[in-house]
Each structure stands twice: as C-alpha cells, then as structure tokens.
C-alpha cells in the first residue's frame, strides 16, 4: 500500500481506533493519535493529519476532540463525528473522575506532587517528539519558516495572548498559502 492511499473505516473500527487513542493517550493524545491514524490504521495521509490538526488548533475546544469530529464526519457524517468524540472521550471521562476522587483524599502527599511532576516533563517530552516528527513532513518554504519562527517568537519570547497572535497570524498564513496555491496553478 502506498503512503497516499487510505482506509475508510467502519463505525465500529471508528469508535475502536478513538477508544484506544483516548485509553492510550496519557499524557497527551497527538502522539497516540497521529500514530494511530497514520500509521497504523492508514485512515489520513501525514499532509491531511497536519491540515486537520491545524484546523483542530484554530478552533475553540480540545485540539484532539476537533480533529476527531473533523474525522469522523468525513467517514459518517455527524454520526461519525458523535461515535469518534464518544470514543475519545468516554475512558478518559471514567478514569479522570476516579483520579479527582482519589487525588482529593491524597493531594498533600509530597511524593505524589513529586511524581506528577515527573510526569508533566515526560509528557512534554511527547509532545517535542511529536511535533518535530511532523515537522520534517511539512513541505520546506521560506514562508512556512517565517510563519513558525513568528508563531515561536510571539508564543515564547513576547507571550502574547493565543487570540491575538491568531488573529495576526491566521490571515497571513491563509493569504501566504493562497499567493503560493496560485503560483503553482500558474505553472
């Protein structure tokens, strides 16, 4: 099978393949879910998993819940994008609220505060692998050099607000993508 072809999935294999990005996605759910929908299950090529994702970044809500309602609804419809977000989110639900229950009986532990910690830098670490692993596949433009070193100026050096740097950035690279899409219509 070639990297561009792709798998349409059945509801249930829609639902087990959310259900085991969500059980599995401690820590954070892109790495398990570029995996499993790229590589494993061959439901998205790498370039349409980045578009999603984007998509999934630019609007309100969990970046992973918008990529799997985007998902789903491209296979079923609203009916896919209700079976993906039960899939995602329904062990998750389940484990979080026993962890709140516990975590309250046991929040003054020193090594448990300890231990989360450990946790949160391992999960950074995920999310580093993660992106640089998507970011050897976007195409190389100066462009989109420009747009990332700007989004990682505005983000770590000036912290600015997430709304205005979208609201700046956001029409630039949909005008930067646009002029780049006509050039090679022209061709």
Not at 1 to 29: C, K
Not at 73 to 102: D, K, M, N, Y
Not at 105 to 114: D, E, R, S, V
Request: proline share 4%; aromatic share 10%.
């Amino acid at each position: 099978m070639n990297e561009e072809q792709t798998v349409h999935p059945s509801r249930r294999a829609l639902f087990a393949g959310f259900f085991q990005m969500g059980i599995s996605g401690f820590g954070g759910v892109l790495p398990h879910a570029r995996s499993i929908m790229v590589d494993q299950r061959r439901w998205l090529t790498e370039r349409e998993f980045i578009d999603l994702l984007g998509l999934g970044q630019f609007l309100p809500g969990p970046n992973i819940g918008n990529v799997a309602v985007v998902t789903g609804a491209r296979f079923h419809g609203w009916i896919g994008s209700l079976i993906a977000l039960l899939g995602l989110f329904l062990a998750p639900f389940i484990i979080v609220l026993s962890l709140a229950s516990l975590y309250q009986h046991f929040a003054n532990l020193a090594w448990l505060n300890h231990a989360l910690a450990a946790v949160a830098v391992a999960a950074s670490g995920l999310l580093l692998a993660t992106s640089a692993k998507m970011a050897l596949k976007i195409e190389r433009r100066i462009t989109s050099a420009l747009l990332c070193g700007l989004t990682f100026l505005a983000i770590f050096w000036l912290r600015l607000p997430l709304l205005e740097i979208l609201a700046v950035l956001t029409p630039l690279s949909c005008a930067l993508g646009w002029r780049s899409v006509k050039k090679e219509m022209a061709k």
